[in-house]
């Protein structure tokens, strides 16, 4: 049996190099574990149900946010906010005769809570463009503030009265009269919110001179969309993000948080800014709010 000692061993003297060597490492651990945690921490309140690998990257993105529409229910429009939600995109309009029943709450429920948002329109293609047009603008308030309106255009093939296709000629003719005219009503040029397979078949090489809101769920947008540069990602549909209750589609920028700055203020990407601002398009920046393009 080994005998126990009531003497206790000399406390060993570190050196003051030594102390210094280790606040120096640990400073430097502490610094490399921010930067990897950094992407996902700026949204630190958002998550997704069913992730998917081929979008990882869009979580890297700082600039995110939602659409909505009544499927989401009572929205709590404070909580999403205080999550880190930069935007939201609100339903308004469907063909020439249906206005989305939460439409006007949610519209200024985000306003009134400080989340910047646009109304969009879904297209219906057994109705004229001319009064899906009119019809945009008898239901959505004009709002100086607001971001630039969403024209949706896809196929429906689930509707009950117009499940059907029309030809790519009539479509374009259809797609340029609401823009022209959701434009009119807005005073911002339109987004463009589109399928992979509605760009495939209608849309390629369409439309250079608008932003385009691509949706890409299972991989990245250029896996999917042929020479289509895009301002804003739709990644996910199984979202989850505070102030909703269950699944939300969830959204990214393309760019910086001064890039987002830039395209609030302008209501125009800040890649087209210089080229589409002598036609009137873009507003004026504020050069003490926003950089270069590039930061």
Not at 33 to 60: Q, W
Not at 227 to 249: A, C, E
């Amino acid at each position: 049996m080994t005998r126990r000692t009531s003497r206790r061993p000399k406390a060993r003297r570190i050196s003051p190099l030594a102390v210094a060597r280790f606040i120096a490492v640990t400073a430097i651990a502490m610094g490399l574990a921010s930067c990897a945690i950094a992407p996902s921490s700026r949204y630190p309140m958002k998550s997704d149900v069913k992730p998917h690998a081929g979008v990882a990257s869009a979580h890297r993105l700082p600039i995110h946010g939602v659409d909505i529409s009544k499927w989401q229910g009572k929205v709590d429009w404070a909580a999403m906010r205080q999550a880190g939600t930069k935007f939201a995109f609100i339903k308004a309009t469907e063909g020439g005769d249906h206005v989305d029943n939460r439409f006007l709450e949610n519209w200024w429920g985000a306003k009134n809570a400080g989340v910047p948002r646009g109304a969009y329109h879904f297209v219906y293609w057994c109705r004229p463009a001319h009064e899906q047009a009119a019809w945009f603008k008898k239901n959505v308030p004009q709002d100086p503030e607001a971001l630039p309106p969403v024209l949706d255009v896809e196929w429906n093939g689930e509707s009950v009265n117009c499940p059907r296709k029309v030809p790519r000629e009539q479509a374009l003719a259809m797609i340029d009269t609401l823009l022209k005219e959701m434009q009119a009503h807005t005073g911002k040029r339109p987004i463009i919110y589109t399928d992979i397979t509605f760009h495939k078949e209608i849309l390629e090489g369409e439309f250079t001179d608008y932003p385009f809101w691509i949706r890409s769920t299972a991989a990245e947008p250029h896996e999917r969309y042929n020479q289509r540069r895009w301002t804003f990602w739709q990644f996910t549909t199984t979202g989850r993000v505070p102030g909703v209750s269950g699944d939300v589609d969830r959204n990214t920028f393309y760019g910086t948080e001064n890039q987002w700055r830039m395209f609030v203020q302008s209501a125009c990407d800040p890649r087209d800014h210089e080229r589409l601002r002598p036609s009137g398009v873009c507003r004026d920046m504020d050069p003490v709010q926003t950089a270069s393009i590039d930061e």
